[in-house]
């Protein structure tokens, strides 16, 4: 991968539903959930490919993308407990404390 924060990546693409214009050639009535290729093409170029003048995203090419996101959450997630833990083990030495100054009052 080119970029060395794929969360950041991610932010810059947006999942929609779509449907094909009338009169081109996947014309239909369906809708589709997907990206846009052109702003796929914007922050992750090698992800898009031009087929018969179309422009088509290849999905698996953001796999990678989405796994290392998943990554850095998990880290950042298990940080966040950790430092939490670290707060309520700072928290429960002071309310301890309070309690034991308030019982020798």
């Known amino acids: 991968m080119t970029d060395n924060d794929p969360r950041g990546v991610l932010l810059q693409i947006d999942g ?4 094909f214009r009338p009169g081109t050639t996947h014309s ?20 898009v490919q031009l087929i018969d ?5 290849d999905y ?12 850095q959450n998990y880290n950042d997630i298990k940080a966040i407990k950790s430092e939490q833990d670290r707060v309520t083990a700072i928290v429960d030495i002071l ?3 309070f309690i034991k100054r308030e019982r020798v009052k």
């Open 16 to 19: 929609v539903s779509y449907k």
């Open 28 to 47: 239909t009535q369906r809708r589709f959930v997907g990206y846009i290729a052109q702003q796929i093409e914007s922050v992750v170029p090698e992800a």
């Open 53 to 57: 003048g179309v422009l088509h995203v």
């Open 60 to 71: 698996e090419s953001l796999i990678p993308y989405l796994s290392e996101s998943i990554k």
């Open 95 to 97: 309310f301890d404390d």
